[in-house]
């Protein structure tokens, strides 16, 4: 039901995940009516840490959020610190603490996903979000869209925003259906308690060690009670694509069995990871038909090599928010001028972690040794300029 500060077309949200929840929290508080159906019945993020830079932040920020979202976040005294496998030589490191704030305004943190997941939704009013809605089909209408849910209900809207995910149901609708790319490797995860942890993973770093065929990041996590643990090494499609999937300790360390030692202890000392293979989609034309666009991971998914993500998702939320709050009244002008700004960034980001994936993991030999004489050239943070100094409130006039 609307209430009387609601104005503007009718805004329906498939998806509520970081960037449909986000969406959701800055169209609210534009003043514009809002509904999110998420198919779970219960909001839950699975799978723990992600990397929050400072262009993740602003939003937040914006938002009124960022409090909440970073009450046990680890702010980042180094970032992006490249270890080689064998022997744990620095590759490169990003100084982090005095520069991030002086560059860009913001510090670089490590969340817990659930965290951000509970903060985005406090900005939400209950009566926004319906649990348990599973979409099965969109439907475009003369007068808008119609949304057709598994136990047989419908909503009618005037705008859906896709924010459903790598398997996007509204992007079949909005674009040509495509199955995502499947990369040829597998994410382990795993959460080290600090008390189990060696001291080296509890520095306030993103430490990345790259080596043959695979790369493993860790950082810590929740107020530094844990350290967060991702790894990524080849691995045949049939892996299940799932955060809930899971492998042993044994499958985990066999992949890094030759690895420095640092690496393998926070293996072993890991709970029992989770498994899930790895899938990106190339870039999209366009992601915007009639009354109908996309958002997060459904418009632009992209491998994590650059931890953006969710960034990206929380970027697009800010600017599609903006735009519809300056032209409600002209919704398809609105979503055109979203897509517009949004989709070249989501582009570059989308094809720059993909060609991570073989940088990342090139064979001892030339090659790796001129990437990381590279690595130990470039000065990372200023390198990322075009990537953390995006301001999405400030990004449409
Ligand atoms: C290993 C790994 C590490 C990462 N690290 C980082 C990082 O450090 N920093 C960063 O910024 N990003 C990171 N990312 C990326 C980030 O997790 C995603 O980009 C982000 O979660 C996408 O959010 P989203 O809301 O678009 O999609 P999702 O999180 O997938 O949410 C989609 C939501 O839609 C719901 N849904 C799906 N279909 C339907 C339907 N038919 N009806 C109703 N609801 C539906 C789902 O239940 C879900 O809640 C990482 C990703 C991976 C895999």
Not at 371 to 381: C, E, I, T
Not at 382 to 390: E, F, H, L, N, P
Request: glycine share 10%; net charge negative.
């Amino acid at each position: 039901m609307r209430n009387k500060q609601q104005a503007g077309p009718r805004i329906a949200i498939v998806g509520g995940g970081i960037g449909g929840m986000a969406a959701a929290a800055f169209l609210h508080r534009a003043g514009l009516d809002v509904t999110v159906h998420e198919q779970a019945a219960a909001l839950t993020e699975v799978g723990a840490g992600l990397v929050l830079a400072p262009n993740a932040v602003r939003p937040l920020r914006a938002l009124g959020v960022a409090e909440s979202a970073l009450r046990r976040a680890v702010p980042l005294d180094w970032g992006w610190e490249f270890r080689r496998w064998e022997d744990g030589t620095v590759l490169s490191a990003e100084r982090l603490d005095g520069v991030c704030e002086r560059l860009y305004g913001e510090r670089t943190y490590t969340a817990h996903r659930a965290h951000l997941l509970d903060a985005l939704r406090s900005a939400v009013p209950d009566g926004a979000v319906r649990l348990g809605a599973r979409c099965t089909s969109v439907e475009p209408r003369a007068d808008g869209v119609r949304l057709t849910f598994a136990d047989g209900t419908r909503a009618d809207a005037d705008l859906v925003i896709g924010a459903d995910g790598m398997h996007s149901l509204v992007r079949e609708t909005v674009a040509e259906p495509e199955r995502p790319r499947f990369s040829g490797l597998c994410a382990f995860r795993t959460v080290v308690p600090a008390a189990s942890a060696p001291e080296f993973a509890l520095r306030r770093a993103q430490t990345l060690w790259l080596g043959p065929g695979r790369h493993f990041v860790h950082y810590p996590i929740s107020a530094g009670a844990g350290v967060n643990v991702v790894a990524f090494a080849p691995a045949t499609d049939d892996t299940e694509e799932s955060w809930s999937a899971t492998a042993t300790v044994e499958e985990f360390h066999a992949e890094f069995a030759d690895w420095d030692d640092r690496v393998t202890t926070l293996i072993k000392s890991g709970s029992v990871p989770g498994r899930w293979a790895l899938y990106d989609r190339p870039p999209l034309p366009s992601w915007t038909r009639g009354r109908m666009t996309l958002l997060g991971d459904a418009a632009h998914a992209m491998f994590p090599f650059y931890g953006q993500g969710a960034a990206q998702a929380l970027e697009d939320a800010a600017v599609l928010a903006r735009c519809l709050a300056t032209d409600p009244d002209a919704p398809d002008r609105a979503l055109a001028r979203y897509e517009s700004e949004r989709l070249p960034r989501t582009t570059r980001l989308q094809q720059a972690s993909h060609a991570r994936a073989d940088a990342n993991h090139l064979p001892d030999g030339p090659e790796q040794r001129a990437r990381d004489a590279a690595l130990g050239d470039a000065d990372p943070l200023v390198g990322s300029g075009w990537i953390c100094g995006y301001d999405a409130s400030a990004a449409t006039a």
